[in-house]
């Protein structure tokens, strides 16, 4: 997420009301989660097991709990909890705008696009030409919808992020101040959950086919011509590469990517990242070879074992 404008370090540790460690005027461009960051960007973390990743991230401001050498070119925001000032950002520069009407006087909508009844379209969102949205669709704000893309009725756009810290009071939510953007000739089923990102932007790829009933978790980022059937379950932080095809009820678990043009069989787990043009099937997933050998062998063992019992 871009700050509107650049601000310095100082001004930022005035928000936070935070010590510092740099120069007053060093620049501070935005705020991102490291699989994101860039240049100007602040991360934040909170636990001595991803400092070095932080400090060594492509990020330039560090919020962190612990004094520590600072990397040359970068700069610190020293917290006594980081995960709750990366929300007092958040909170400061993408405050909660309540809604007064159905669709938003700063929604901009193109050319021949049609908005069936009872939809809510938030503030600030873009919808390109040609697209049809179907009744009681919902779009939060932000949100940025291509050209000829069609959206199914019930579906949700930028819900916020699953992701919570867990407190010995409760469950702490970060809070979601990212977008979600849907790019031209994306068709999405009915009843969809697509979250927008906690700093960056969940990404629906340009021709991509999702049937009902699917959800995508924050910051994940799906390919072109894409094609995921119904029930697939997509965790945060995923990266489906182009021409990937996911059949029913297949889930994923978070920050994992799925190469291109992978065919994913239905109720499948994929526990962990899978090499593109391959098709697999199981949980955990393998390919789908190599997992039906294995239920081959396994409908062996019966014959094994009462040869074994007649020696």
């Known amino acids: 997420m871009k700050f509107p404008k650049p601000y310095t370090l100082k001004e930022i540790a005035s928000v936070l009301h935070c010590e510092f460690v740099g120069a007053d005027d060093f620049p501070v461009l935005g705020m991102n989660e490291i699989h994101v960051v860039e240049t100007g960007d602040i991360v934040f973390v909170d636990h001595p097991k991803y400092y070095d990743k932080a400090l060594q991230s492509a990020a330039t401001v560090v919020l962190i709990n612990k004094k520590v050498t600072c990397p040359e070119g970068k700069a610190l925001l020293v917290s006594d909890d980081p995960f709750r000032d990366f929300n007092r950002l958040t909170q400061h520069f993408k405050p909660f705008q309540s809604a007064h ?73 970060l809070q979601s101040g990212g977008r979600v953007v849907i790019e031209n000739d994306v068709h999405i089923g009915a009843l969809c959950s697509i979250d927008k990102g906690v700093s960056g932007d969940t990404i629906i790829g340009e021709g991509s086919k999702l049937d009902n009933q699917i ?54 787990g994929v526990t962990k990242s899978l090499a593109g043009g391959k098709t697999y099937w199981g949980t955990p997933a393998e390919e789908v070879r190599a997992h039906l050998k294995g239920l081959a062998l396994i409908k062996q063992l019966p014959k094994l074992i009462e040869k074994w019992n007649t020696k």
Not at 141 to 151: E, K, L, M, P, S
Not at 251 to 266: E, Q, R
Request: glycine share 12%; net charge negative; charged share 15%.
């Open 215 to 268: 959800q995508v978790g924050h910051d994940t980022v799906i390919g072109k011509k894409c094609l995921i059937a119904s029930h697939v379950g997509i965790a945060g932080c995923v990266v489906v590469e182009d021409e990937v095809t996911l059949w029913g009820q297949v889930g994923t678990t978070s920050g994992i990517t799925i190469g291109a043009k992978a065919v994913v069989m239905g109720q499948t």
């Open 101 to 173: 009407q159905s669709i938003a006087d700063s929604a901009i909508i193109g050319e021949n696009t049609i908005i069936q009844p009872n939809c809510f379209i938030g503030h600030n969102v873009s919808i390109g030409n040609n697209c049809v949205i179907h009744a009681n669709v919902t779009i939060y704000d932000d949100a940025v919808i291509g050209d000829n893309v069609v959206i199914h009725s019930g579906t949700v756009l930028g819900a916020s992020a699953f992701y919570y810290k867990n407190r010995p009071e409760g469950f702490d939510q």
